[in-house]
């Protein structure tokens, strides 16, 4: 037997027979009244971040989900049903996926984001038994659903107010209240029914966010999400009590797993954002000990950082700064897989931690971090290596919906910047001929829900999940991720261009948000830029630009298109020929999810930007 299938079946032995209820019980038993998830419901936050949380112990986080579950069945929800949550990170929505679990239904989280045609194909597809919604734009985006299936039976309301006259709608209070009173009666139904689980009963649909046409929905059994959790800490290898912000969607699976799975299985104390915007604030509040960003927030706390440093006057303390990066850079460089931190490296770097860089790192409230990771898209390297030069071992991982999350992982034994690391303990990786990352393992999705052809597209008749990215490994086994499969972009003279890589390029520069490389077809690589709303106009009063003008005018001002021009030479030195940005134009908008340029998770949607910017980049080809 191999390594991977000799590790693999000792994962399998210590899972073997559990579902998320069982080990949810355990980890009660084990945790007690310790705090387990925080939030900042009740709090004023009109004026930005503010200090106070709300707490729910472990205890009472269980007795909660069995109400949810005794008013579930109570409501006609049978084993097998799906439950849809539409709502921030809160309390209520995971306490809500707790009950639906035990009430051995299918939770699944949808995007806040999805339009109101998006969420009439997810539930028409999906066909929940039971909605939950948060707020009164949530009920907006569901009022067509809600009118046009058969199958719901009741909506919970956490804060909106109901619609007159329709007997489908409680709040969420007498929710709770209704399953209390059902579990007096009932509760050895419900014992039952939570017992009745299997491992290989659906624990979750996740409708994947999506970059093209109609989301997803990926079935993830207990099981599987057992066995990513398993894996994950395993090369996590963690120390310390798991202090975590959450704050992406609980529809991405990286959140989800890290935010309700891992700790409800292992213990923590989750700190739930509702607004993303106050991440920063949570942060020097928290100070967490792990914390998972998409390449995109890394980004902004980098640019956050590098014009705060770029603000200082002082040449002798900017030498200083740059001295000590690159000895965190040096450092945490050594530290990869195959390196070795000498003594005396080791000593001048604890001489600069102590002086500058742990103090850096506590300003940005990740001095407590031993776990620092990324998903989701590639990383740009350059952002690794400016976390590494404030000593932080940002750890790349790769996986997807389809896989329980991640497949491979970087971690403190098994590191290398530039890659998302080696397969996760009893994962296989292969490559294809055209070079497309296949995975195989007991974490692989059972397929798409009521989608039997796409099943049968995305995982081949020997079990391998086809990623549809394309990638590389080197001899010790660390992948690399090239780009999107479908998104590699063929030059007219027939070069095979990755876009992910040049927009990373462009994106170093503070003021660019978001780019996108266009040139499939045509004989040069073109990009259409977008400002950073926060970043832009800092940069622009450092250099002169009078103050107040809009983000559109700032778009069309002489000095920051100047620097953009900039920002595409310095990209272009260290491109091939055919890769380099031949025209661009910066536009005077944002990219949000909102607008429909980005998913949920700030990925772009390419074919949406080719069609709304159709003219532009026509333009920069005429």
Excluded at 9 to 17: K, T
């Amino acid at each position: 037997m191999s390594d991977t299938l000799a590790i693999r079946a000792e994962i399998e032995q210590e899972i073997a027979g559990l579902t998320l209820p069982i080990a949810f019980a355990r980890t009660v038993a084990a945790e007690g009244d310790r705090a387990a998830y925080s939030d900042k419901v009740g709090v004023d936050l009109s004026a930005g971040y503010a200090p106070g949380w709300r707490t729910v112990g472990w205890t009472e986080l269980r007795e909660q989900a069995l109400d949810v579950a005794g008013a579930l069945m109570a409501a006609g929800v049978g084993a097998g049903d799906r439950v849809a949550l539409m709502a921030s990170n809160r309390i209520e929505h995971v306490v809500a996926d707790l009950g639906a679990v035990h009430a051995g239904a299918v939770s699944m989280s949808v995007y806040n984001t999805l339009s109101p045609d998006q969420v009439a194909y997810v539930a028409g597809h999906a066909e929940p038994a039971v909605v939950v919604l948060e707020s009164a734009d949530h009920l907006a985006r569901w009022e067509r659903a809600l009118g046009s299936t058969d199958a719901l039976r009741t909506v919970v309301l956490i804060d909106a107010e109901a619609p007159a006259g329709d007997d489908r709608f409680v709040t969420w209070g007498a929710f709770l209240a209704a399953g209390a009173d059902w579990r007096a009666a009932h509760g050895d139904e419900l014992e039952a029914r939570t017992a009745a689980i299997s491992p290989d009963d659906p624990l979750t649909i996740l409708y994947t966010s999506g970059t093209t046409g109609n989301p997803k929905g990926v079935v993830l059994t207990h099981h599987a999400v057992l066995y990513e959790c398993a894996c994950s800490l395993r090369v996590a290898a963690p120390t310390q009590d798991n202090d975590f912000i959450s704050y992406l969607p609980f529809a991405h699976i990286a959140e989800r797993t890290l935010g309700m799975y891992i700790p409800q299985i292992n213990g923590a104390h989750i700190h739930l954002i509702a607004d993303p915007a106050l991440l920063l604030g949570a942060l020097g509040e928290v100070h967490p000990t792990r914390f998972f960003g998409v390449p995109r927030v890394w980004e902004k706390i980098k640019t956050g950082v590098t014009a705060k440093l770029a603000a200082e006057t002082d040449p002798e303390k900017r030498a200083q700064v740059d001295a000590a990066l690159a000895v965190g850079l040096e450092y945490v460089e050594a530290q990869q897989t195959g390196g070795v931190v000498s003594p005396e490296l080791e000593a001048r770097f604890r001489a600069v931690d102590d002086g500058l860089l742990a103090f850096l790192r506590a300003l940005l409230g990740l001095d407590r971090c031993e776990w620092a990771a990324s998903a989701a898209a590639p990383m740009p390297l350059e952002v690794a290596r400016f976390f590494a030069g404030l000593g932080m071992r940002i750890y790349d991982v790769y996986g997807m919906t389809e896989t329980c999350a991640a497949v491979t992982a970087c971690g403190p034994d098994q590191f290398r910047l530039g890659t998302v690391g080696r397969a996760l303990p009893g994962i296989e990786i292969s490559l294809a001929e055209d070079g497309e990352i296949l995975a195989r393992g007991p974490v692989s999705s059972q397929g798409y829900y009521k989608q039997d052809d796409a099943t049968a597209a995305l995982i081949d008749a020997d079990g391998w999940v086809h990623t549809g990215d394309i990638g590389e490994l080197d001899e010790d086994g660390f992948l690399k991720v090239v780009d999107r499969k479908k998104e590699m972009i063929i030059t007219s003279s027939g070069k095979n261009i990755a876009p992910s890589n040049i927009e990373n390029h462009l994106k170093e520069s503070p003021i660019v948000g978001h780019a996108l490389v266009f040139g499939e077809g045509r004989p040069y690589v073109v990009a259409v830029l977008t400002l950073d709303a926060e970043i832009a106009p800092l940069v622009a009063a450092q250099i002169g630009v009078p103050s107040g003008i809009s983000l559109a005018e700032l778009a069309q001002h002489p000095a920051i298109l100047a620097v953009a021009q900039q920002a595409v030479d310095s990209a272009n030195e260290r491109l091939s020929r055919p890769e380099q940005v031949k025209a661009w134009e910066l536009l005077p908008v944002e990219w949000t999810a909102e607008s429909e340029e980005l998913t949920p998770t700030l990925k772009l949607k390419r074919r949406v930007v080719h069609a709304k910017y159709a003219d532009v980049l026509e333009r920069l080809y005429a």
